[in-house]
């Protein structure tokens, strides 16, 4: 049995949730791999981002975003509004920031300003939609039909940044 990782590296944007898709990236993998029948599992190592299965939609908005994800985060915002103030939502908490400020003392991918991490509504569509999927393949195919798309989303809005997601493929 065949074992093989993957890591890619994803740009992410400031101001608006983040779908990238992901699915030629994972055909490419199986193809490399020579792996005729086995499986994909695709996560995501950061608490506000999620790797999910949908439908590829055609027609685009002015910023780019596919309509399913338009009237996706449209949905979301009123289920779980958006946080912009440290009064929205009982997330972080002092402790928590006091945590993260020593956190960017010695990481530079955190920042020590505060209002960074005012992101509860992230981390919460994070853990409603999962990080992670699980992708079988057959004939060298992966079982996604004609139309599903998987796709990396970043739900923080809060600033730009280069995220992580994983691709292990195991197979025969």
């Excluded at 695709?42 to 299965?53: A, D, E, G, N, R």
């Excluded at 910023?63 to 449209?74: A, F």
């Excluded at 993260?100 to 010695?106: D, G, P, R, S």
Aim: with cysteine; net charge negative.
């Amino acid at each position: 049995m065949k074992v093989i990782q993957k890591q890619l590296s994803i740009k992410t944007q400031a101001g608006k949730v983040s779908y990238i898709d992901i699915t030629a990236d994972l055909r490419k993998l199986i193809e490399a791999a020579e792996i005729k029948d086995g499986f994909c599992a695709i996560t995501t190592p950061h608490t506000t981002c999620s790797v999910i299965f949908e439908e590829y939609v055609h027609d685009k908005d002015w910023k780019g975003d596919e309509y399913l994800q338009v009237d996706q985060n449209r949905i979301l915002d009123k289920l779980i509004p958006r946080q912009f103030t440290e009064s929205d939502y009982l997330y972080p908490g002092p402790e928590h920031v006091a945590f993260l400020k020593e956190l960017a003392a010695a990481d530079p991918n955190y920042l020590p300003d505060p209002v960074s991490i005012l992101n509860a509504d992230a981390h919460i569509k994070g853990s409603l939609f999962g990080a992670s999927e699980t992708v079988i393949i057959k004939d060298e195919q992966p079982l996604i039909g004609s139309v599903g798309y998987l796709y990396f989303v970043d739900w923080d809005q809060n600033r730009e940044r280069t995220r992580t997601c994983n691709l292990m493929l195991m197979g025969e």
